[in-house]
């Protein structure tokens, strides 16, 4: 053998050794994605705890593997399995929803209860959008996976996947993730188009002061209310009002503190990173993905349109009317949405303050795609 | 990719037929009807909630009025004690006009200290030389 013949061997090992050998257009795509998520988190601070880590996954989940070599979630034995097992199983998001309940005041939903209704009437987006999952071939846990996609609610719709259709949750929790970073975009056209001025800039009153023991009480009893009715959500609810309780209870306040800070960091950390990590564009990049997105564009956009038209049918019968864009914070996505609702309102009126009314249905959203998740699982878990 | 996008598409079929089956419109209508009860309990719930809480955490009945005066008045014999202690103290003529109890705000003992503390250093005025 030649010293060139040799070197050329060497080389050919070398190469067949480093990641470029698999390297596949898919993956490069996926790459420049998770780029694009990074680029889109730190320069235009979208949702950046979320789509940091999550874009970063992406690059990690698309290097491809040496033959031998395990490496992906997808394959046993890997750490990145072990860590994706929080995902696959649905135990991280639970955790969220309690650091979320801890970060929750549900003063101004007490101080004004009727808008707990816009957060119900915003789930339409998640049933129609599975009844149009449905009409296209995905079968009915598929469909109600990807519906779920509407409640803007990224723990929710990666539980409900992880339990309906495991092999369709990456794309669907980038989907999620995706559309609640793009609240900003996605909604004020909608808000515009289906209010007119004059109700944009409806004024209401300030909310009452809500005391100690009506926000010690409520999270047991509404916890209770929830689950008896459907059941299937009482993992989801049940840590939501758990952590409420340890936040308004104040006897256990490191518990309370904990919950909402270091803890939820964590689970992020891992929940992001892992998603991410699972969409190899082996996996990832099909057709029916691009369909979930578009889906999950469709149902946000309905869930927005619904609260706002139920905000709007409220002020048929009510003597003091509700400003209908508070209607758009029904979809949940704590609080995105309700921060738009202001920015949208302050718009057309800059003295009127919508913020602190549009949290109410913004956190009836979060209850709401909840007990939808919980109906849908108990649904069609068989 | 091309494969899996060309296999997808030939699977893509649309159809309103799952729509009629149990698990099309009706779950949808139901689970919709399941999502507004359950918002329309909690929005009742809540509604009642201040008057629940207003129920539990009102005060107690008040107490039968009794006569401020009779309510006062000490047992002679009680009243003799003190009379007797503030002349043995004061060892000069005196009347005594008021006798109340000491509640923790007045720092009872530390008043009394206080007090014995200034007149242990009193200084003689110049003109008693």
Known sequence: ?382 | MILSLEQASSSIAFSLAPLLEEHGIPLAVMGMLVVFLALVLVVAFITILPRVVAQISAPSPPRPMTDPAAEDVLPEETLVVIAAAVAATVCRPHRIVRIRGLTPEDHGWSLEGRLQHHQSHRIPHRDRR
Request: proline share 5%.
């Open chain 1, 1 to 382: 053998m030649t010293a060139y013949d040799y070197i050329a061997t060497k080389a050919a090992q070398l190469w067949a050794t480093t990641a470029f050998s698999g390297m596949e257009p898919g993956n490069m795509i996926m790459i420049m994605i998770g780029a694009g998520f990074i680029y889109l988190a730190i320069a235009k601070e979208y949702e950046p705890l979320l789509l940091v880590p999550i874009g970063f996954g992406v690059i990690v989940g698309n290097i491809p593997a040496v033959a031998g070599m395990t490496l992906s979630v997808y394959e046993e034995g890997t750490v990145l399995k072990y860590l994706y097992f929080g995902v696959e199983k649905g135990i991280y998001p639970p955790l969220i929803f309690l650091g979320i309940g801890a970060m929750t005041d549900f003063s101004t939903m007490l101080s004004n209860p009727k808008l707990v209704l816009l957060g119900a009437a915003a789930q339409i987006g998640v049933f129609l959008t599975y009844l149009g999952a449905l009409t296209i071939g995905f079968t009915p846990q598929e469909a109600g996976a990807i519906g779920i996609i509407g409640g803007a609610d990224g723990p929710t719709a990666i539980f409900l996947s992880s339990k309906l259709a495991p092999a369709l949750l990456g794309a669907i929790a980038i989907a999620a993730y995706s559309y609640m970073a793009l609240v900003p975009v996605i909604q004020p056209p909608i808000m515009r188009l289906l209010t007119t001025q004059a109700e944009r800039r409806i004024r209401m009153k300030p909310s009452r002061e809500v005391s100690r023991e009506e926000r010690i009480i409520f999270p047991v009893v509404a916890f209770l209310i929830c689950t008896t009715l459907a059941p299937g959500a009482v993992v989801l609810i049940g840590m939501l009002f758990f952590g409420n309780l340890l936040k308004e209870c104040t006897v256990t306040d490191r518990l309370a503190l904990t919950a909402r800070s270091a803890m939820i960091d964590i689970v992020t950390i891992l929940l992001g990173f892992c998603v991410g990590a699972s969409t190899n564009a082996q996996h990832f990049l099909q057709a029916r993905s691009i369909l979930i997105f578009c889906l999950g564009a469709v149902s946000f956009a309905v869930a927005t349109a619904g609260g706002l038209l139920f905000a709007k049918f409220m002020n048929l019968f009510l003597n003091e009317k509700i400003n209908p864009l508070i209607g758009a914070a029904g979809v949940s996505a704590v609080p995105d949405s309700a921060r738009v609702v202001q920015v949208v309102g302050q718009q057309e009126d800059p003295t009127n303050f919508l913020l602190m009314h549009a949290m109410a249905p913004n956190v009836a959203g979060v209850i709401g795609s909840a007990i939808a998740a919980g109906i849908l699982w108990s649904q069609l878990a068989n």
